[in-house]
């Protein structure tokens, strides 16, 4: 016989809400549910019309990545099908497009709502740039909110600008909002240029190194979500301590907040005093094509990193055949 569910909100039954939401959450699944209904209003422009992938948690397991819907999603959910390269099969992919699809999530205990940079009506368009600015072991957010002002640095020597948010975790998100004119080789090939471009700015700060153990204790300026890339939306909560949330801030309050500021709990407090999201980004821009030219001479990070990992195992394997 089936539990009969706590409360129902938009036809969706809502199951174990009492249940702690994960370890150092310091909440409840009811905790979560009430936090994703009380600003989907905010939340949900970022997830429409996108391929959605969630971080779920459930009691006694690790958190854990899903991009294909399960089976018993139900028929009301919108989905899409993906070609995923890596894997060489089909993803069906959820569409958050409402609040009750939102509910629906929040009671599978998904957290993290991870929506990609393209449309399902446009996989061959990016419509943002996306640098995320992550800080070394040990380094403060501050450090990460300064590397954040040398790509607004960078964006304005270029005549774009962008909005800014923080991760949820310890480091910031700079979106650049682009017009359908490049193509996604074009926008990836942009977002390398203007990391490149802040790196310059001041290398002591930044560096555009991919491999970790080259950073040399500098803000790593990611240039690689590109592309069908995903990036954790406005407003999702984080698996982190104290369930935090990722929020757009301001360039002006960047260097007045702290991740911890904005938790499932405070979050909800603060959006009157806050512009929305969708009402902080810029209008979509067009990349100058002198920066899609610049950004196709730097290498893919990715590639130059996997290339010269094969390099080094190849001299470990050679080192240890000749001693």
Known sequence: MAKEPDETRDGVPLTNLDQPLFDGAEATKRDLVDYLDAVHEVL??????????????????KPFMQKNVPKYTPEWVRTVPMWAEASKREVIYALCDDRRTLLWFANQRAVEYHPTLVRADRWDRVTHLVL????????????????AFLVREALTELGLSGAVKTSGAKGVHVYVPIDDQASIEDAAAATRAIAARAERIDPELATTAYVREERGGKVFVDSTRAGGATVVAAY????????????????????????????????PGLLAATPAWAEQLPAPQTLPADLIAEGHEIPVARVVAMHEGKRRAKARREAEESS
């Open 236 to 267: 999702s909560p984080r698996v982190r301590p104290g369930a935090t949330v990722s929020f757009p801030v301001g360039w002006d309050n960047l260097d007045q907040v702290s991740p911890s500021d904005f938790t499932i709990r405070t979050t």
């Open 44 to 61: 949900l422009p970022g997830l429409q019309d996108r391929p959605l992938s969630v971080i779920r948690v459930r009691p006694g397991q």
């Open 132 to 147: 995320d600015l992550d800080p070394p072991e040990g380094e403060t957010f501050s450090a990460a909110v300064q590397a």
